[in-house]
């Protein structure tokens, strides 16, 4: 007597355990994003062990960001020819064991290659989870469910950093973040060698080295650059590194249309509804991880809040993209596709735009509300989008399209980070320094906000006073004025993502995909 179960809208089988499946998924993606955040918090401790120089410091902050977005596409693409629950197993392993070398490394030199190290295994996980989604959820409902499942596990992770990170460091030595990711991915082998099915490209043609190395290139030297400009301006090698990243995605893309079976099947951005997708999605953490990054800066060094409270204080965003992520797919049916989407970046928009008045002494109230509308939005607008990608591909190519959408995530990150970055430094960095500052108190305090901070410790205290009320109130308009541009960039996004997805929609049964 058979035991399978069969969707009775499709006749499909149903895989049995597939949520217990999507539940090892998804501690894969809560590691990767708490380990993208964690860092921050354990930096001042880090520094003073292994006194790094500033040169140093950004590459151990920026190399693992940067390798992930480097080879996400080339790894998903690679999970679709090996096998995604085998890459995803082998990466976990890996993941594992340089989380080891990170806890334990002993010079700047080591950190950085481990941090590297750390990247290559996390680009194999992101993009295998969301392969694995495609294969393992044949009805398109139940799809939308756990891919808001997974994207609220993924903002839940951003946010959660730093509140695991601020207790352990008040608790442990700064090694102790690397090594709570211990447990978790042995937990996730064990079980998904058992609970997860494997899925390949049945014709997958050869992994092509030179596309590898072509988009690895490209997409770390844009990320870099814009990192780079953000932080000194643009600058001989920031602007070289921007020409170089530029010419490989071109040349990657041109390698692409003429490869029999290339590495990313270009001809998918020519679909209206999966381009305007991967573009909201962008646009959509540009705005979130903005303006997190920002107000985590705002809610210690202007308001004087210590780490642990003010990851607690970041919690309404992560509290509402989970609540946004688990209702995103029946809204989207229920409504529409570009309904939804735009209705999640007019939001974001909006609380940018509530941010316009705010003030060194604002309270609590309205940040709380500011973060939770954040996290609302995102979580409609990230789910829905990465849900019309995974759906707009054959599952064959699964790998490649999840790829395609985290590469906004990365992207969507840095930029917003960037741009939003430039402006709060360019109106900060023109502060009037008051008078009985010394030279070389002065320039640090024009670095930034941090330093700042440090230079008024050095100094008589009603000197310091007036220098940090200057820095602090010049940061706080740079942030006025960032809000404002970008509640204007993503208002224009929505409006653009309700004409680019008309007649977008979420299909009702494997039947309609």
Known sequence: MSTELMDPKSGEQLRPGRWLALAVLVLAVLLVAVDATVLGLATPYLSEDLQPSSTQLLWIGDVYSFVIAGLLVSMGSLGDRIGRKRLLLCGSVAFGAVSVLNAYATSPEMMIVARALLGVAGATLMPATLALIRNLFHDPRERSLAVGIWGATASAGAAVGPVVGGFLLEHYWWGSVFLINLPVMAVLVLVGIRLLPESRDPAPGPWDLLSVFLSLIGVVAVVYAIKETAAHGMHADSAAALAIGALALVWFVRRQLTLPVPLLDMRLFKRRGFSGAVLAD????????????????????????????????????????????????????????????????????????????????????????????????????????????????????????????????ELGAALGIALLGSIVTGVYRNFDTPQGV????????????????????????????????????????????AAGMGALVLLVAALGAWFALRGQRLADSAHEE
């Open 282 to 409: 962008l646009l959509t953490i540009l705005g979130l991880a903005g303006l997190i990054f920002f107000l985590s800066q705002f809610l210690q060094l202007v308001q004087g809040r210590e780490p642990l409270e003010a990851g607690l204080a970041e919690l309404p965003a992560a509290i509402g993209a989970v609540a946004a992520g688990l209702v995103a797919g029946h809204a989207a049916r229920r409504f529409s596709v570009r309904a939804v989407v735009s209705g999640g970046l007019a939001a974001l928009g909006l609380a940018l735009a509530a941010l316009t008045s705010l003030q060194a002494d604002t309270g609590y109230p309205l940040l709380g509300t500011v973060l939770l509308v954040v996290g609302v939005g995102a979580g409609f607008s990230f789910t829905v989008t990465a849900d019309v990608i995974l759906s707009s591909v054959p599952k064959h190519q699964a790998g490649a399209a999840s790829a395609v959408s985290e590469t906004a995530y």
């Open 438 to 481: 010394p030279d070389a108190a002065a320039a640090e305090a024009h670095e930034s906000l941090g330093g700042a901070v440090e230079a008024a410790a050095g100094l008589p205290r009603d000197t310091g006073a007036q220098l940090l009320d200057s820095a602090r109130e010049a940061f706080v308009e740079g942030l006025r004025i």
